[in-house]
């Protein structure tokens, strides 16, 4: 969805239109549960904070237009509840990004992984499960969320030039774990 259609459906929803609601709920939901449970490692938590964000955005619908970005705003509060939901479980939240969850299925929101075969699309999921804990996080908020740069540092209260960094470094090390397991497998090449 494009930013200005996203624009679009903030008006509408802040007008209480029901339906804008549920197609930015729609459009949105997939992906910020995803996000919760990267973060959480708790599918049925992760649906609770998810539906608690949107509770939240309808509640407050007529400050709507005034979020310069939904989409960050979405991932942010997100990620503000999961930090909420593991201090009551936990309270060593230091370790939320080094525990970076094994579990993240890159090939939800990445068309060209689903072109591919699945082992090429093993062979990735593995190279990236294998990056830094940080690194794997803005991969995977970047390529599989579709965030842009500049979210992704919103979101994580970053710089621009970090994502930036982390993203090459993670490109990187998946071409090269990519080639050395081709070259380790000439029969195998697809």
Not at 80 to 106: H, I, M, Q
Not at 147 to 174: F, G, P
Request: proline share 4%; with cysteine; glycine share 2%.
């Amino acid at each position: 969805m494009q930013p200005d259609e996203l624009s679009h459906l903030q008006d509408l929803i802040a007008q209480h239109n029901e339906r804008a609601y549920r197609r930015l709920f729609d459009y949105f939901y997939p992906k910020l549960k995803s996000f919760v449970i990267t973060l959480i490692k708790d599918e049925m938590g992760a649906e609770e904070i998810v539906e608690d964000v949107f509770v939240a955005v309808w509640n407050q619908r007529a400050r709507l237009p005034e979020i310069r970005s939904i989409s960050v705003y979405l991932f942010t509060a997100v990620k503000k509840r999961s930090l909420t939901f593991l201090a009551s479980k936990s309270k060593d939240l230091l370790s939320l990004v080094d525990e970076y969850p094994e579990g993240l299925n890159t090939n939800d929101f990445n068309p060209e992984m689903l072109l591919m075969g699945r082992e090429m699309a093993e062979r990735i999921s593995a190279a990236i499960q294998l990056l830094p804990p940080k690194c794997r996080l803005i991969y995977t908020m970047v390529r599989d969320n579709q965030l842009k740069y500049r979210e992704v540092a919103e979101i994580l209260n970053i710089s621009e030039h970090t994502v930036d960094a982390q993203m090459t470094i993670a490109i990187k090390r998946i071409a090269k774990f990519i080639r050395d397991y081709l070259a380790s497998h000439p029969g195998q090449k697809k």
